[in-house]
């Protein structure tokens, strides 16, 4: 660190974030555009870091960047009422756990694939048959 700040790829280092995306947060308003040098080049504070790296560990939890952007308003409020946060959150979850029951639908059928396939010829192939026939896949069934 500079006496004045963080180059960008300091603040990559820091934040586990590649400078190219740094730059996509700065031009979507995630972040605001940083000091820059005379020779124009940006500096990034310990608390533009810091929200980096928030933005970071929001997006591996698959966060939506509008999401982030009212999780990051709210954390700018710390006596504010989390109940929005909240929401937020339970909102995602319900997300994560249909995708979830998705998942274990693909599995099985992928299990039931390969379990039917008798290793034979392509022409015989229950993997090949399976895909080829969308109305039998049970992940594309319409739920009752």
Do not use: W
């Not at 124009?40 to 929200?51: F, K, T």
Request: a neutral charge.
């Amino acid at each position: 660190m500079t006496e004045r700040g963080y180059s960008i790829g300091e603040a990559s280092e820091r934040s586990g974030v590649k400078v190219t995306t740094i730059r996509f947060y700065e031009n979507i308003g995630l972040i605001s555009a940083p000091e820059r040098t005379g020779g124009n080049r940006r500096l990034y504070g310990a608390a533009e870091v810091d929200r980096i790296t928030f933005i970071r560990h929001a997006r591996e939890l698959g966060f939506e960047i509008e999401d982030i952007r009212g999780l990051l308003a709210m954390a700018e409020k710390p006596n504010a009422s989390c109940q929005e946060a909240d929401r937020i959150a339970r909102h995602h979850l319900k997300g994560v756990n249909h995708r979830l029951r998705q998942l274990e639908l693909m599995r099985k059928e992928l299990h039931r694939m390969i379990e039917e396939c008798e290793h034979g010829r392509v022409c015989d192939c229950r993997v090949i048959q399976t895909l080829a026939d969308h109305g039998q896949c049970q992940h594309h069934r319409p739920e009752s």
